[in-house]
């Protein structure tokens, strides 16, 4: 019996395992910038690593700590960094996007509660395939150069004119 027993829990832990492979994305150094108490905003970081053989395009991202998530962008219009939300990030096979600061993140507007530096918070990453993913990123403090990170694999992401968001970041009307 205790065999039957342990054969059948080495066949759920390789099932577990197959099921792990099977996520769109490798999920690297996911964080979550811990900002003042009172805030209303914040941004999460990270690098998707796409190990397959097909383009992975990440469309929307959701997490109880925010009431909504949105992918964005920094752009240079006209000398002026300026934030922009994009409908869609496409990780190409084989390669990687960075999320960092300075360059494309996803913003959580609307926190629902303050987040705590090492507090873990739950993010499911929306595909267009109908596909998500869960991940969790825990709170960190981010310190950002003068100079910022400029850069990180910009041009994987396409925009589709959406228009800018004032989040209080060289954003200008």
Known sequence: MVLVRSLLLTAGLS??????????LLVEEAQVRAVPPGSQTSAAFMTLRNPGEQGVTLVDADSPAAEVMELHNHEDVE?????????ELVVPAGESVTLAPGGLHMMLIGLTAPLEEGQPVEI?????????????APVKRIEVSAEG???HAQGDAHDHGDHGHGHGEGHRH
Do not use: C, N, W, Y
Not at 15 to 24: G, H, K, M, R, Y
């Open 15 to 24: 099932l577990v395992a197959s099921t792990a492979l099977a996520e769109p």
């Open 79 to 87: 000398g002026v960094m300026q934030m922009r939300k994009i409908s």
């Open 124 to 136: 499911e990453l929306r595909f267009d395939t109908g596909e998500s993913q869960q991940i969790t």
């Open 149 to 151: 990170h400029h850069g």
